[in-house]
């Protein structure tokens, strides 16, 4: 073939490229609107996490003594406390925790976009590093637009660096310490980023250091003391004890690297190598510095969440977000040194480059999804509400601990979320998780509920002795399950058996 030949499928293919980057924004976006307005869960926490928000605007505290009642999650605080407010504009429900996780979900586009653009001067490469975040966004777990905290943690990082990266003056220090510790307030694995980057800082601008530096651990140390004080000490013990005794999945050292990001992302990672690798062979050592620093927290975090028992995929979200960044950066620095050696009539350079355009639109390629898969049914929509409507039949109270907030709908009370309670349960042994064991014991032995409804025909407690399984919820399989995280919908129905200790 050639040369000109191969110009005109670099040409063709560069084209192809960047529709597919468009492509996979569009197609994001598309999937979250038309989704964004359900009203059930489109994974199984998000229900808890209005039920988070709806303790804050009643004006309780957040971080309590763990109840039947309510327990709360192991998270900081903030994303709630924003949803909390829009929910107070446009009302109570998965609607405003979404739209703040589809806002920050645009400002990650905005921010990696900006990244690549500010460093390339390249628009084309700025534009194909957010397409490949956006293509993630299935193996990141379908979770850029739903009721949790995750996407708000990555923007929020992504700002910081961002400042980090490119304006070295002790205000912009300062407002990156702002932000980082506004990213932990969101989710505590902002630690992990903070770290690197505050060692970046010492060694771009050691006396402008402080600046960043001071500036988080001030916010930092002085929220956790405040909130503390606040919560009579319930906050550290879900933000900081309970984490700590999460069991660490020893086969994910390895798999971490083979299966959750090389499997899915070949070229993309071997892109973003090639591209750190050359840092160091310039004579930009600080570049090299902060890129290098940057992937240790941002990857590091991801890597710890995927370790700790129970991490699912969206714990990848970080470490995606940097190597679309890398990708990006290493995508320009390839093509500008095609260009540059095509100049020099050079027919090898040719095939180089029309390979380079052939592999990453393989890359994308590989990454596409089916939108449908993603977005609740007419059919998913009926049967959640003829749910609500058997729930209203029900005389009585209810006990859903898989879902929160869903039994709202039906006017009655909703309860302290299963996961929450689990990972009390899961801890040593201490006061709190004896209470809140007997807590449940009794009101199953004591008949509290006129029906409990469970995902599973099993519970933390047994109650085959109090409560009997009278059937399904429903009689389509196929209707009304989670579209992302553990796969999940009430399934089996219990009523009390009759207490023969009352008979006359």
């Known amino acids: 073939m050639k040369t000109s030949d191969f110009d005109r499928a670099t040409k063709f293919l560069r084209v192809a490229l ?9 197609l994001y976006v598309g999937v979250a609107l038309l989704r964004i307005r359900y009203p059930f869960e489109l994974e199984w926490l998000e229900g808890g996490m209005v039920d988070h928000v709806r ?27 924003l949803s909390a407010a829009v929910s107070e504009i446009i009302g109570i429900g998965f609607l405003p925790l979404r739209l703040v996780s589809f806002a920050a979900s645009l400002g990650c586009f905005a921010v990696i976009f900006g990244f690549v653009k500010r460093e390339t001067g390249n628009v084309y490469s700025a534009i194909l590093a957010a397409g490949m975040f956006a293509a993630t966004y299935r193996i990141g777990g379908a979770w850029f637009d739903i009721a949790r905290d995750d996407t708000l943690f990555v923007f929020l990082a992504l700002l910081a660096i961002y400042l980090i990266r490119f304006y070295d003056s002790w205000s912009s220090y300062v407002l990156a310490g702002i932000l980082i510790s506004l990213s ?38 002085g929220s956790t003391i405040l909130l503390d004080r606040i919560h009579d000490g319930w906050y550290s013990f879900y933000v900081f004890d309970l984490p700590a005794e999460h069991y660490l999945l020893k086969a994910r050292y390895i798999f971490f690297w083979v299966d959750d990001l090389l499997a899915p992302l070949p070229v993309a990672c071997v892109v973003s190598v090639v591209y750190l690798l050359s840092l160091f062979s310039s004579a930009s050592r600080k570049k090299a510095a902060f890129y290098t620093l940057m992937a240790v927290g941002m990857i590091g ?33 390839l093509t500008d040194y095609f260009q540059g050696k095509a100049s020099a009539s050079n027919g090898g350079v040719a095939v180089a480059a029309t390979f380079l355009y052939l592999v990453c639109a393989a890359q994308l390629g590989g990454l596409l999804y089916n939108p449908k898969e993603q977005i609740p049914t007419r059919r998913d929509l009926d049967a959640g509400w003829s749910f609500v409507k058997m729930m209203k039949g029900i ?5 859903l601990p898989g879902h929160g907030f869903l039994p709202t709908y039906a006017g009655k009370r909703s309860y302290a979320h299963a996961a929450a309670v689990a990972d009390v349960l899961r801890s040593k042994e201490c006061p709190e998780k004896k ?27 047994p109650i085959a002795d109090y409560y009997t399984m009278v059937g399904r919820v429903f009689s389509d399989y196929w209707v009304f399950w989670t579209v992302t995280g553990a796969e999940s919908r009430p399934e089996f129905l219990f009523v009390p058996k009759e207490d023969s200790t009352r008979r006359e």
């Open 18 to 26: 960047l529709a597919g980057g468009i492509l996979f924004v569009a």
């Open 55 to 81: 303790r804050i605007l009643s004006g309780q505290k957040l971080y309590v003594s763990p109840t039947m009642e309510f327990t709360p999650f192991m998270y900081t605080p903030l994303y709630l406390y």
């Open 184 to 221: 932990f307030l969101t989710k505590q694995a902002a630690l992990t980023v903070a770290a690197p980057m505050a060692l970046y800082c010492v060694i771009a601008n050691w006396r402008r250091a402080i600046f960043f530096i001071g500036t988080a651990v001030v916010f930092i140390v």
């Open 301 to 333: 975090t991801a890597w710890l969440g995927r370790l700790h028992s129970g991490g699912y995929v969206n714990a990848l979200i970080p470490g995606f977000a940097f190597i679309s960044i890398l990708f990006g950066l290493g995508f320009h620095g």
């Open 395 to 399: 005389d009585g109270e209810i006990y």
């Open 435 to 461: 209470q809140l064991l007997g807590e449940i014991k009794d009101a199953v032995r004591q008949r509290k509920f006129k029906a409990i409804i469970l995902d599973k025909d099993e519970y933390i407690v």
